[in-house]
């Protein structure tokens, strides 16, 4: 069910994302599973827009020494704030949960984090030096993410000005498509 709620989010259905929650929370608290309570809560906040029920799953999850894939379900609200138009918010969570990477040694998700945070900083007006999406698109292909590092390269030759770099990023993206089709929608 856990997974289920995160596929729904990934899809960006809050409604399916809610109900699946709904249920895992109700068999959490029937069943004494305070990790599935929390992560459940993270994954609900997100579908209903709210931060505070967020933090007191992470908060909870930390509390019994749960550290798995906090940098990512912590970027939850981040997202949340941002749907809400609360940039700055949104970049706050999204540092915290990069200032977790090392420390967690906890990879996974980093190429993520950071086109999330490219996308919101060029959102918040942020110059083209500021976005940083290249770091995105770095740790995507260092990590095999070929979606990811599509769409980070995508972000870069929109704001990229140096024609030499925006001739590789534009390489780059065709041989991402050539070798992987379903990224022709890009």
Same mark, same amino acid.
């Given at each position: 069910?856990?997974?289920?709620?995160?596929?729904?989010?990934?899809?960006?259905?809050?409604?399916?994302?809610?109900?699946?929650?709904?249920?895992?929370?109700?068999?959490?608290?029937?069943?004494?599973?305070?990790?599935?309570?929390?992560?459940?809560?993270?994954?609900?906040?997100?579908?209903?827009?709210?931060?505070?029920?967020?933090?007191?799953?992470?908060?909870?999850?930390?509390?019994?020494?749960?550290?798995? *894939?906090?940098?990512?379900?912590?970027?939850?609200?981040?997202?949340?704030? /941002?749907?809400?138009?609360?940039?700055?918010?949104?970049? /706050?969570?999204?540092?915290?949960?990069?200032?977790?990477?090392?420390?967690?040694?906890?990879?996974?998700?980093?190429?993520? +984090?950071?086109?999330?945070?490219?996308?919101?900083?060029?959102?918040?007006?942020?110059?083209?030096?500021?976005?940083? /999406?290249?770091?995105?698109?770095?740790?995507?292909?260092?990590?095999?993410? *070929?979606?990811?590092?599509?769409?980070?390269?995508?972000?870069?030759?929109?704001?990229?000005?140096?024609?030499? +770099?925006? /001739?590789?990023?534009?390489?780059?993206?065709?041989?991402?498509?050539?070798?992987?089709?379903?990224?022709?929608?890009?």
């Amino acid at each position: 069910m856990l997974y289920l709620g995160l596929f729904e989010l990934g899809r960006d259905d809050a409604t399916a994302a809610q109900a699946v929650c709904d249920e895992l929370i109700e068999l959490a608290h029937r069943y004494g599973l305070p990790a599935f309570l929390g992560y459940a809560q993270i994954i609900r906040s997100w579908a209903v827009g709210d931060t505070a029920h967020a933090d007191a799953g992470i908060q909870a999850l930390w509390s019994i020494g749960c550290r798995y *894939c906090q940098t990512y379900y912590r970027a939850f609200a981040g997202h949340t704030l /941002a749907r809400a138009g609360d940039l700055a918010g949104a970049l /706050a969570r999204l540092d915290d949960s990069l200032s977790l990477v090392e420390p967690l040694a906890e990879r996974l998700h980093e190429s993520e +984090l950071y086109w999330h945070k490219a996308r919101y900083l060029r959102a918040s007006g942020a110059e083209a030096s500021q976005v940083r /999406a290249a770091a995105a698109a770095d740790s995507a292909r260092a990590g095999g993410k *070929c979606r990811t590092e599509a769409l980070a390269l995508m972000l870069l030759t929109d704001i990229e000005l140096d024609e030499a +770099l925006l /001739a590789r990023y534009r390489h780059r993206l065709h041989i991402l498509k050539t070798q992987r089709p379903e990224l022709s929608f890009f």
